[in-house]
């Protein structure tokens, strides 16, 4: 990575346009979340956020939670939601029913995705009547709403089920010409696997916007195991930095994570920064302090605040 004063140094710079940045959330379960959900969204208002995006559980199974949780955001804060939405295990019909209604609440953008394969099965299968990508997805949606903001998924290291890396730049750019104005990605650890995959994108005719996903950590070894699921690859120095405080629950281990944790990820913008990175997309997994940290590190405290 490049070294943080250099990298500080240019976000000083102000070059070549404002740092922002967006936060993902995932459906509150009960009451209680929804509370802390308006509790994140109005304390992280001051950095201005792009907007605040909602996930969707598989095969729809937070359909009705996605829907509280976006009243609940629209009610707290004037940040813009956006609504994720998924084609798995409905038809066409059904997921544009699901996207009318994020509509009616106000949603003026979507994270448009296929979704993953429901119950642990191996492989994808469309529904009968159903979208069979996300690519399809974005095109039903685009021809719907020509003003909506459609936001789609990529992978700096391969989707798990991609044949090849050619196969899935050509996926994107074909959500891209669906209809995409933007994608977000898949989390990722080692910052030089964007790059790389932002330059291949650029080769490959796909000029749209590629914003970075960056996972805040709650619990490293949760993430790690998630990591490995999602294809996304754990560096062996950052294993190292955590090592021996797995199922450490004593306060000073506790503490001690989330110091590792917040300075992880300040240097993973902040580097990113460097390379001319201008939006991030915080996977906040709906705890606030590392998000705010994060904004802090990149946009510095709010306005008029000593
Ligand atoms: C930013 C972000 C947000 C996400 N939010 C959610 C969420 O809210 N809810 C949720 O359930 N999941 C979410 N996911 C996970 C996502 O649903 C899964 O990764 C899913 O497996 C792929 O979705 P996609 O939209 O990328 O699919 P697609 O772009 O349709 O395709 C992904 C891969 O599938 C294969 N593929 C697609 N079309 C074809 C074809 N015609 N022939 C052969 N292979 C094909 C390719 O390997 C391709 O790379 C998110 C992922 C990201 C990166």
New binding site residues.
């Given amino acids: 990575m490049t070294s943080l004063s250099t990298a500080v140094e240019k976000l000083r710079q102000k070059e070549p346009a404002p740092v922002g940045v967006s936060l993902e959330v995932f459906p509150a379960k009960d009451e209680d979340g929804l509370v802390a959900l308006a509790a994140l969204a109005r304390r992280l208002e001051p950095f201005a956020p792009e907007y605040i995006s909602v ?4 095969g729809g199974s937070s359909r009705e939670r996605t829907l509280a949780t976006i009243e609940a955001l629209r009610a707290a804060t004037n940040t813009p939601i956006a609504a ?1 939405l ?1 084609v ?1 295990n409905a038809s066409r019909e059904e997921t544009m029913a699901v996207a009318e209604r994020f509509r009616a609440a106000g949603v003026d953008h979507i ?6 394969p429901p119950d642990g099965a191996s492989h ?1 299968a469309p529904h009968p009547q159903g979208f ?4 399809e997805l974005v095109g039903a949606l685009r021809e719907h709403w020509p003003d909506l903001r459609i936001s ?4 700096p290291e391969g ?1 798990p ?3 090849s890396r050619a ?2 730049l050509a ?1 994107l750019k074909a ?1 891209f010409e669906a209809g995409a104005d933007e994608a ?3 989390f990722f650890f080692d910052n030089t696997l964007f790059s790389d995959f932002l330059e291949e994108a650029r080769a490959a005719g796909i000029a749209g916007d590629i914003h970075p ?1 960056i996972m805040l950590i709650p619990n490293f070894f949760q993430v790690r195991n998630f990591a490995e699921r999602c294809k996304a690859s754990v560096p062996e120095w950052l294993s190292r930095r955590f090592a021996g405080l797995k199922g450490r629950k004593d306060g000073d281990s506790l503490l001690v994570h989330r110091m590792l944790a917040a300075a992880f990820a300040v240097e993973q913008v902040l580097d990113l920064a460097a390379r001319g990175v201008r939006h991030f ?1 915080l996977y906040t997994m709906n705890r606030p302090q590392l998000a705010e940290a994060v904004c802090r590190a990149l946009l510095g405290g709010p306005d008029g605040e000593s």
């Fill in positions: 996930t969707y559980g598989a994720h998924t798995v994270v448009a995705l296929r979704g993953d994808f069979a990508n996300a690519a789609v998924a990529a992978y989707h089920e991609s044949p196969a899935d996926n959500k977000l990605t898949q996903g997309h």
